[in-house]
């Protein structure tokens, strides 16, 4: 038999199965509706787990793209000091953070796409709950017990099997967003332990570190050029300050020229 | 006829779409049976396509069972083979009826 047909009659034999067990037919209208209302808690708890999911995986994401970023300046701060060494390793660095993020932003559009459904899906339920409201009051109110029977088998088989399905997509859901979870959680304790850096690649921090040494030597040299400089520029000064000339001699040949203006200036000043 | 299309709700299709409907039936039936994934995804989609482009949404206060119940649209063979098994899905012990 064919898929479509087959499954149409597993829905109806459930919904008959639960029909049968009902004595009363305004109890079977009552049970089924207090089902519905569960029902639509479910699928609104659905919703709001879904979502937090959803806001769980962007916020990872988020957190991932500082990294790459971050990878990515320190493999340009490399390069401009001439270390192509460090720049391939940061970048390695970054590609693989890269797939992971990759990885992130395919469960991020499958968990709204989840959430989407499961929202129209709420919509649905709760419009047909509303109008099963109406049909329940509307047949104990006005149809003979025969004629009831009908009514209320029909109502109750038709509510059923979109419960069936809101059920199904529930559980669909709840499926993804578990599966979803177990990966998140281990990113999630990567990421609060700091050991992603490690994770990816063990050079990541002494990446950081050779770059924080060579900006540390670099610094170290500018600031000698510029002591080197001061010393120079202060030596003549020295000698101002000393007018007695005994001092004269005192380094005095290491001057530069440029040292020797800058000590000329100041003279010329203090003659006016 | 009423489709309904799970996790979508229920169509109004008329006979000629119906007709169609039946001979895809077939395929996705073969499918199911061969294991033949490809063949499978050709057939529920062209019937997920078939039924949202020409059926109507069935208002929500109609109450009425469906003739033909098509799977998730997303669905994966085994899922479908599990649903035809015992009305469940991978994950799930019943169909949530009462």
């Known amino acids: ?272 | 006829m009423i489709v309904r299309i799970l996790g979508e709700g229920q169509f109004q299709v008329a006979e000629d779409v119906a007709a169609k409907l039946t001979a895809l039936d077939t395929e996705l039936d073969a499918a199911v049976r061969k294991n033949d994934d490809a063949a499978f995804r050709a057939a529920l989609g062209a019937a997920v396509r078939l039924v949202r482009e020409s059926g109507s949404s069935v208002p929500p206060d109609t109450f009425t069972t469906a003739d033909f119940i098509l799977p998730f649209s997303d669905a994966s063979i085994d899922e479908v083979r599990k649903l035809l098994a015992d009305g469940s899905i991978t994950g799930s012990d019943s169909i949530g009826l009462p």
């Open chain 1, 1 to 272: 038999m064919s898929v479509m047909k087959r499954v149409s009659l597993i829905f109806r034999a459930k919904a008959n199965k639960a029909l049968d067990r009902m004595e009363d037919p305004r109890e079977t209208l009552d049970y089924s509706y207090q089902q519905q209302m569960e029902m639509l808690t479910r699928v609104r708890r659905g919703v709001a787990d879904v979502a937090t999911s959803r806001k769980r995986v962007e916020l990872q994401m988020n957190s991932l793209q500082k990294e790459v970023n971050r990878r990515d300046s320190q493999a340009r701060d490399a390069l401009s000091k001439g270390r192509e060494d460090l720049a391939r390793a940061a970048l390695q660095n970054k590609t693989s953070l890269q797939g992971q993020l990759n990885d992130l932003q395919g469960q991020y559009s499958n968990l709204q796409e989840q959430e989407e459904k499961l929202t129209v899906a709420s919509q649905r339920l709760q419009a047909r709950v509303d109008a099963f409201r109406t049909r329940k009051e509307t047949i104990k109110a006005t149809y003979t017990a025969a004629e009831a029977q009908t009514r209320i088998n029909e109502a109750f088989s038709g509510i059923s099997e979109e419960m069936g399905d809101i059920g199904l997509a529930i559980q669909r859901a709840e499926d993804k967003t578990a599966q979803m979870q177990a990966r998140a959680g281990a990113i999630d304790e990567l990421l609060a332990s700091g050991a992603l850096e490690d994770h990816v690649g063990g050079q990541q921090d002494s990446i950081q570190a050779e770059l924080d040494k060579l900006g540390a030597s670099n610094d170290v040299e500018s600031q000698l050029a510029q002591m080197k400089g001061e010393l120079s520029a202060n030596a003549p000064r020295e000698i101002e300050a000393n007018p007695n000339g005994d001092s004269n001699s005192n380094g005095s040949e290491a001057t530069t020229s440029e040292a020797t203006t800058a000590a000329e200036q100041p003279q010329a000043g203090d003659g006016l």
